[in-house]
């Protein structure tokens, strides 16, 4: 048996290699007219039937068909052959034990079972009649696995409309279909298109390793206030035999954190009195919670939607702006703005207070006058004592409430300069004193002066006692005759001689020098009486 199927194999090849040459000579006048499908659909893992459809102008002696199938790599590979005495199926492919042919009077038909992704190629049916004619054609066939419904999942977090280019609303998959399947978004029913600006699909296809493909889509869309209520879907559309079919996700709400434009009451500006109060709102129309902060100067000064300004001063004044935010949606966020201007009197530190200086005569001062109010004050200077042209305005400087002057004074004599400044709410002053030294005098000499006269009038005190006392000490050595005096002790010195009359003289001497004595030193007049008898003693 061996033998003979090793010899029947080169006979059957010499036959063939005989027919093909006695076609060759037949062909150019016999002819068979071959029909193949250009496509066969079908589903994967169900059977694929691709007939070969043939007929001969000449009724052929035999006819020869094989089967072809074209590899990844660009050649052919035969799967199949029959003619009058045989039908197989090649061995060794990957089609040995997936396939069947069906011969009937029209032709053969080749059957697939077990269709796979892989099996998406052309398959070739060639026909020989020897003499009568031969002839092949081709189909492709066609796999398709539809993919799973779509899933869409909104963004949780919510889309803010004020973002100045499109968000991300929403993402949707299909998994695991053959062909590559579409998404499509609708908005309320209405499909969506890309919108520079306003709409954007970002696409992302995967291919498994089972060969179906997983199609993810984003929908990045410039959402409005409109589309709290809209509704946004997702479909789906794949390649099934012979049609086209379509699923649609369930349609979602987004979450749109809206924020509308902050509304300030009262509105740009409000004027209001020294002393009075207001309240001040900030509002903003949202989606979801938010909260207020209020700033004076970039200093936060207040949080919540209402402001309250107690018993307003000048300080008071200037603009105050509101922040309203989403908290549950970082960036989102809008602001408002209002002025406050505080009317009243001017102002100013020191007011109605005398300032006093001193200032030698020829130096310089600079006198200073700072006020607030508004209308805004007007600073006028009035000066008394130095010349006129002795000062003038070196600094002057203004904003909407308040004013600041300086002056620059050359101290000629005693000066008064008051610093008045007026509104239409009233008058404020202040005063200052100038007191001027004399060059050659300063508060220093004066003090030594005052010091050296104390101690000219203590001195002369000293000596006046020491005056009497030394006057005491005289009379009390003249009493005792301690002390010799006039001319008569001299004599007494240097005579050693006395008469009677001498002495007389000498008494009377003696008490005239001590009558005298007496009465400078206790002030007191003798009676003629008492210097008789002083006489006669």
């Not at 002495?503 to 007496?518: D, G, N």
Request: aromatic share 8%; glycine share 6%; charged share 25%.
């Amino acid at each position: 048996m061996d033998n003979f199927r090793s010899m029947a194999l080169p006979n059957t090849s010499l036959l063939l290699f005989v027919l093909h040459m006695c076609a060759l000579a037949w062909q150019a006048w016999a002819l068979v007219d071959l029909r193949m499908e250009d496509s066969v659909e079908v589903y994967m893992d169900e059977s694929a039937e691709i007939p070969c459809l043939y007929a001969f102008t000449e009724k052929p002696m035999m006819v020869m068909v094989q089967w072809f199938v074209r590899e990844r790599e660009g050649h052919r590979v035969r799967i199949s052959y029959s003619d009058l005495t045989m039908q197989k199926v090649d061995e060794n492919t990957s089609y040995s034990n997936r396939i069947s042919v069906r011969s009937n009077s029209d032709g053969e038909t080749l059957t697939i079972q077990d269709v796979k992704l892989s099996d998406e190629r052309e398959f070739f049916c060639q026909v020989s009649g020897l003499a009568a004619g031969n002839g092949e054609g081709r189909t492709l066939l066609k796999v398709f696995d539809p993919p799973e419904p779509p899933v869409i999942d909104g963004v949780l977090s919510g889309v803010s409309v004020s973002g100045d280019s499109p968000a991300k609303i929403a993402s949707c998959e299909t998994r695991e279909g053959f062909p590559k399947p579409n998404i499509t978004w609708y908005r309320d029913h209405i499909p969506i298109h890309p919108i520079s600006g306003l709409v954007n699909v970002v696409t992302l296809v995967t291919k498994e390793s089972s060969g179906l493909y997983t199609v993810q889509s984003e929908l990045h869309y410039k959402v409005t206030k409109e589309d709290k209520d809209a509704h946004f879907s997702c479909e789906v559309s794949y390649f099934v035999p012979g049609a086209v079919r379509t699923s649609e996700s369930k349609g979602i709400n987004i979450t749109v954190h809206y924020l509308d434009p902050a509304v300030v009451v009262p509105k740009d500006s409000e004027v209001m009195l020294k002393g009075e109060s207001l309240t001040a709102t900030c509002n903003a129309l949202s989606s979801l919670e938010t909260s207020t902060v209020w700033f004076k100067d970039g200093i936060e000064v207040g949080r919540g939607h209402i402001m309250q300004l107690q018993d307003a001063t000048f300080d008071t004044s200037g603009q105050y702006d509101c922040e309203v935010t989403v908290p549950s949606l970082p960036g989102l966020l809008t602001s408002g703005s209002v002025h406050i201007i505080v009317q009243g009197a001017p102002q100013m530190k020191d007011a109605e207070r005398e300032i006093e200086l001193m200032e030698k005569v020829g130096g310089w001062v600079n006198l200073s006058c700072e006020v607030g109010g508004y209308p805004r004050p007007a600073i006028t200077w009035s000066i008394t004592g130095s010349q006129s042209q002795s000062w003038r305005e070196v600094v002057k400087r203004e904003t909407e409430d308040q004013v600041h002057s300086v002056v620059m004074l050359k101290v000629t004599t005693d000066t008064v300069a008051v610093c008045n400044s007026t509104n239409d709410f009233g008058i404020e002053t202040k005063t200052y004193s100038i007191r001027s030294i004399p060059f050659s005098q300063t508060p220093t000499a004066r003090k030594t002066s005052a010091d050296n006269s104390g101690v000219i009038i203590v001195v002369i005190i000293v000596s006046i006692l020491l005056l009497a006392i030394l006057g005491s000490v005289f009379y009390f050595l003249y009493k005792k005759g301690k002390l010799p005096c006039g001319r008569s002790g001299k004599q007494e010195i240097t005579k050693e001689k006395t008469n009677k009359e001498d002495i007389v003289v000498e008494m009377k001497a003696k008490k005239t020098e001590e009558s005298v004595l007496l009465k400078g030193v206790n002030g007191e007049k003798k009676p003629p009486n008492d210097q008789s008898s002083a006489l006669s003693s």
